[in-house]
């Protein structure tokens, strides 16, 4: 197939290292009628409460928006899996024309007793934000009922990007943050909240067995397998780590903010940044004992998986990389995990990366490589096929594409079916690169290069 | 453990659904259009409903999904989408280059009221270049209904009748089934020599074969010279009242074109009437072929039937595909005790009785007495397991949960399977289909019982 065109409009969200001083056009909204990778507000709320696994999520409109959420995200839990169902008012017509409140009020007369769940959230989807429905009201009067927080999500989905969505969330989460217990002071023992981890097939685990062995308890994590019990003393703590900036960073402000906890960006992708972020950890706390302990873990960790990468960096040398993610974070520590395996990024390209993030991956990215915001397929494709990529990283949506192509995938997001945090993760991302570039599949693929 | 639902049924009066089995419109729509040759969906809404579709189609189908979407915001939102949609419009041609666009609404579109035939006909496009619509509110009916609105606005859009004589030829219309159901329907009617045009169709499009190169736009899909001379052609059989009547009644009304229902071909009495209708019709002799796959069939269903007889099974899923298969349990000797839809009430347009009367009738007809209900929920149907147990499990991928929690062996049937592949390739309708679901059903049943026989009852030969 030919290369699409590229709309005028869009030409500003593409850049390409070296060739010319130039910004990109980012944090924006969609062109009407382009084939998008994007999602909406509500769709940004629900991952970033959807891990809230004694919570009951009840999502207030037509069917749909509960449906295409219900236990999609592998976010892992120890016990509760209330979340794990899906709850839905079900609007119709009828409810559209003299309004939904009614049938909320019912939903919840009937869930709440039902299941008893300590905390209930209900999300706006983008009907409701039309008829104009009070959440606030029903979910007060519930709340004041049944003696339970039940607290609304304004996540209609016009009013803005994905990235609303998660402020949305991080409003709710805030709401429910109580002050600090009495007596609690900011000097005892480091004790962090860990912000910006779903707990995807048991990441947050990682970095919670990590924290614990250099000496820092972990409050809670926002919003990995988290509980309401948790999140409720998340002002007992004296650090915010945050890894998805995208989704937490608004609500890490606000809680500096509010109670005067400080906080730390860290990403604990790749060997390098994972160690990077303990000793930023160890640094903050400015504990003797607790960065002892980080050098200790960073060489046994390292020692264990050092001859697994080196292994896999051996074949993977040279390879070419092309990666379309969520969030301008991970991008950027995907440049460098691939660097540590030997391998290049030719294209790197996110759906709501903010500006400072795009700076930063051009200072990482070689000569040449292409930059992209919230492509769409046409883009990708062309850019995939123009720089010589071998493998993409990206999502449910990225992964047929890039095989009609004939490329190898990595799926770093929903649908990721192993830890890809700490050393451990950073060990099943080289297998999985390695499996997925060295697969004989490829020779069965008539006319196109074969990898590996 | 996974498993939240209480046994104690207590009546349930909200409206509200739990764990539910449908989803909206929007999704029927966008999969029917994907069915015409050369043709991009358009979801005029939000951001997310778009990509919502086309992650979960990704997910059933394993195939790139492309549509576009008019991603409102709020200023769309309180003065109109129009705008959206014509800058929508300017941009796909411009930029994607399909030969036609299927706009659906959604429900935040619906709810503002958007006048699609009129921003249509204000848009500028392409010389050549066709845009049409379905309406698809999220908040009546379910994915069905979309599907079968779709698949309806083909034939208002498109379909003339420009002959006094009708040609020989057949409408197939194969509602919410894979593309490898889609082409075995088509197999059976070209073995049987009758010409036919099926719409939508989407074998070629999502079951595509892998090339090496990306194809936006697939070989397969009905083309639109196709669709318009379905009014000239001699028959309409509709295949699953709930997707496919409303389309071939409304092209009865339009062009002339004499419309049969029938239940979707999955079974041997469902395959039966679907090859008769067209015998009846087309005045065609069964090939021997086909004769040779019915004997097969019913060889197989003879040598297993002991491996079926008496088994309690609970059946839920979309009402087209749920109705036939509760047919084919029968005929294996299956009691269906257990039978639900999330799509709610009768077919639309058909003036036909609703699902629960349509199952009953068949549950009586063979003497049985079992729960059914439309527009309901897995937790409905997870309690009435809990009350009643059954023996197998037949469903989209969300019966998983069920399964697990009482330990059920599970065969996955309809839409979305998100956990298993290939389905999309393979039919469960005709003749062949039908063996193939009796090797699923068996190979379930069967490897439950291995897998729980004690040493000493541990058979080699079953």
């Not at chain 1, 009951?56 to 016990?79: E, K, Q």
């Amino acid at each position: 197939m030919d290369a699409a065109p590229i709309l005028e409009t869009r030409q500003k969200s593409i850049i390409q290292k070296g060739r010319k001083k130039q910004t990109i056009q980012c944090e924006s909204d969609s062109e009407a009628g382009c084939v998008s990778q994007r999602a909406c507000v509500y769709c940004g709320a629900r991952v970033v409460l959807n891990p809230v696994a004694d919570a009951l999520h009840l999502v207030h409109g037509p069917i749909g928006c509960a449906s295409y959420t219900w236990d999609i995200r592998g976010s892992l839990n120890s016990g509760a899996d209330l979340y794990r169902n899906s709850f839905c008012t079900d609007l119709k017509e009828h409810d559209i024309i003299f309004g939904g409140e009614k049938k909320l009020s019912a939903a919840l007369d009937e869930l709440i007793p039902k299941f008893r769940p300590p905390l209930v959230f209900v999300y706006s989807t983008c009907v409701v934000g039309v008829i104009g429905d009070d959440l606030e009201a029903v979910c007060k009067a519930a709340s004041s009922k049944y003696g339970i927080p039940v607290l609304p999500v304004q996540s209609s989905g016009f009013i803005g990007s994905k990235a609303a969505g998660y402020r949305a969330a991080c409003d709710v989460l805030f709401r429910l943050i109580e002050a600090p217990a009495p007596g609690w002071t900011t000097d005892l023992r480091p004790r962090l909240n860990y912000l910006g981890d779903f707990n995807l097939a048991g990441e947050a685990w990682i970095i919670r067995s990590y924290l614990k062995r250099i000496g820092v308890e972990v409050n809670v994590v926002f919003t990995g397998d988290s509980r309401y019990e948790a999140i409720r003393g998340a002002a007992n703590a004296n650090l915010n780590i945050i890894q998805c900036a995208g989704s937490m960073h608004y609500l890490a402000g606000k809680l500096e903010e509010a109670y005067g906890i400080p906080c730390l960006s860290v990403s604990f992708l790749g060997l390098d940044d994972t160690a990077e972020s303990l000793r930023a950890i160890a640094r903050h706390f400015k504990n003797e004992d607790v960065a002892c302990r980080v050098e200790k873990l960073i060489i046994e960790e390292s020692a264990r998986v050092m001859p697994q990468i080196k292994k896999y960096k051996e074949r993977l040398q040279g390879k070419r990389a092309a990666v379309f993610v969520g969030g301008g974070f991970k991008a950027i520590s995907l440049i460098k995990q691939f660097r540590e395996l030997g391998m290049e990024v030719v294209m790197i390209g996110t759906q709501t990366g903010r500006k400072e993030e795009y700076e930063k991956m051009d200072t990482l990215v070689t000569e040449g490589a292409v930059i992209l915001d919230d492509a769409n397929p046409a883009e990708l494709e062309r850019f995939m096929l123009e720089q010589g990529a071998d493998l993409l990283v990206g999502g449910v949506k990225e992964r047929p594409l890039a095989y009609k192509l004939g490329v190898a995938f990595v799926d770093h997001n929903h649908d990721r079916k192993h830890p890809l945090s700490g050393y451990a993760g950073a060990v099943n991302f080289a297998a999985e690169v390695y499996s997925t570039l060295g697969s004989p599949v490829w020779n069965a693929v008539k006319g196109v290069k074969v990898h590996a | 453990m996974l498993d939240a639902t209480p046994k104690k049924i207590v009546e349930r009066t909200s409206g509200g659904m739990i764990n539910p089995a449908k989803t909206c419109q929007p999704i029927g729509a966008m999969y029917a259009a994907l069915g015409i040759h050369r043709c991009l969906p358009h979801s005029h809404g939000s951001q997310g409903c778009c990509s919502y579709h086309r992650m979960h189609l990704t997910r059933h189908f394993r195939d790139p999904v492309m549509a576009s979407t008019s991603s409102f915001t709020e200023g769309a939102s309180v003065f109109g989408g129009g705008a959206n949609l014509k800058t929508a419009i300017k941009n796909v041609f411009e930029i994607y280059d399909p030969d036609v666009m299927a706009v659906h609404t959604t429900c935040l579109s619906e709810t503002i009221g958007d006048d699609l035939p009129t921003i249509i006909k204000q848009a500028e496009m392409p010389e050549g270049k066709v845009v049409f619509h379905a309406n698809t509110p999220s908040y009546q009916g379910s994915h069905i209904t979309g599907f079968s609105n779709m698949t309806k606005a083909m034939v208002t859009y498109f379909s003339e009748s420009t002959l006094l004589e009708k040609e020989d030829r057949v409408n197939l219309i194969p509602g919410f089934v894979n593309p490898g159901d889609m082409r075995e329907i088509k197999r059976i009617a070209a073995m049987m020599e009758i010409p036919c045009i099926m719409f939508p169709d989407t074998s070629g499009v999502l079951d595509s074969p892998m090339t090496g190169s990306f194809q936006m736009y697939p070989e397969g899909g009905v083309t639109l010279p196709e669709l318009k001379k379905t009014g000239d052609s001699k028959l309409s059989l509709a295949l699953g009242r709930f997707a496919s009547s409303d389309a071939a009644g409304t092209l009865e009304k339009k062009c002339k074109v004499p419309a049969i229902t029938l239940r979707t071909p999955i079974g041997i009495k469902a395959t039966d009437a679907f090859v008769m209708a067209l015998r009846g019709a087309f005045a065609m002799e069964v090939p021997r072929e086909l004769e040779e796959e019915r004997g097969q069939l019913v060889d197989i269903m003879t040598d297993t039937h002991f491996h079926f007889h008496g088994k309690k099974v609970a059946i839920f899923g979309d009402p087209d595909i749920v109705a036939a298969m509760v047919e084919f349990s029968l005929s294996l000797g299956m009691q269906p005790v257990h039978v639900l839809t999330g799509t709610p009430g009768g077919a639309l347009g058909s003036g036909m009785a609703g699902f629960e009367e349509e199952i009953k009738e068949l549950l009586s007809a063979a003497g049985l007495n079992g729960n059914v209900k439309s527009a309901g929920d897995l937790f409905t149907l997870h309690q009435w397991i809990k009350n009643e147990p059954v023996d197998l499990l037949i469903g989209n991928t969300y019966g998983k949960f069920i399964a697990r929690a009482e330990d059920v062996p599970f065969v996955r049937l309809g839409f979305p399977i998100l956990d298993r592949s290939v389905h999309s390739y393979l039919p469960v309708v005709g003749y062949h289909g039908a063996m193939r679901l009796i090797e699923m059903i068996s190979g379930a049943l069967l490897d439950r019982q291995d897998r729980d026989a004690a040493d000493e009852d541990f058979e080699l030969v079953m």
